[in-house]
């Protein structure tokens, strides 16, 4: 089975904390994937990486930055944490260059900025 | 752009009636379209997709989903509804042209009622 692994279930931060969210998966994907889930507004895509040092920017990046120095490992960083940030973040990867295929996801993380 | 709507926040259904979720959809091109569930305090698992084909998709739980390109609409469906289908339930899309990334739709609630 293909499994996605985050680094926090729960995570407390102040504002102006810098917070690194890490997502490993262990199935060789190429493609890598950050979104945040809201009330009413569904995942909205924050950065995505189809290759190691790749990434792209997705619908909402502002505030947000990410790194993908290994395939399996892809981590979404708050330089300079907001209240506005407080969301549950949802890693996700899949197997094909193209996205077309299935995309797994991990458990999340419940981040709350203070 | 493409985006998705799910014009139902809420669906409510008695245990053993059929069930309908809808979605409609707005893509360049051919569209890949999705299904995830999430059950309480779990990410997201994928239910069914549709890339190319026959219009309905069969997937997992027993849900099956009919793709109408005159209407845009990939709505999910099952024939009797269980309890444990209690869920927040996800359509996503992603067109064959331009970026290759999923956008979701804002979810809708499905209570089963016994």
């Known amino acids: 089975d293909v499994k996605v692994t985050q680094s926090s279930r729960y995570l407390v931060k102040r504002t102006g904390e810098k917070v690194f969210l890490e997502c490993v998966q262990d199935?060789?994907?190429?493609?890598m994937f950050w979104y945040r889930q809201d009330p009413g507004l569904g995942l909205r895509l924050i950065y995505f990486s189809y290759d190691v040092k790749m990434k792209e920017k997705g619908d909402i990046p502002e505030g947000y930055s990410v790194s993908r120095e290994k395939k399996e490992r892809f981590s979404l960083i708050l330089e300079s944490a907001s209240t506005n940030q407080t969301s549950m973040y949802l890693c996700?990867?899949?197997?094909?260059?193209?996205?077309?295929?299935?995309?797994?996801f991990g458990p999340g993380t419940r981040l709350t900025v203070l | 752009a493409q985006s998705v709507a799910q014009p139902e926040d809420q669906v409510n259904v008695a245990e053993g009636n059929p069930l309908t979720v809808k979605c409609t959809y707005s893509?360049?091109?051919?569209?890949?379209l999705f299904w995830y569930v999430q059950y309480p305090n779990r990410g997201l698992q994928f239910l069914l997709k549709?890339?190319?084909?026959?219009?309905l998709v069969k997937g997992s739980y027993g849900f099956e989903a009919e793709f109408n390109k005159s209407q845009t609409s990939f709505h999910l469906k099952k024939p009797s509804a269980l309890v444990s289908d209690s869920a927040l339930y996800f359509c996503a899309v992603m067109g064959n042209t331009g970026r290759r990334a999923l956008t979701f739709g804002s979810g809708t609630r499905l209570q089963v009622q016994p």
């Open positions: 549709y890339i190319t084909g026959d219009n």
């Open positions: 996700a990867s899949s197997p094909l260059a193209g996205g077309t295929d299935t995309q797994y």
């Open positions: 199935m060789d994907h190429e493609n």
């Open positions: 893509v360049s091109g051919n569209p890949y």
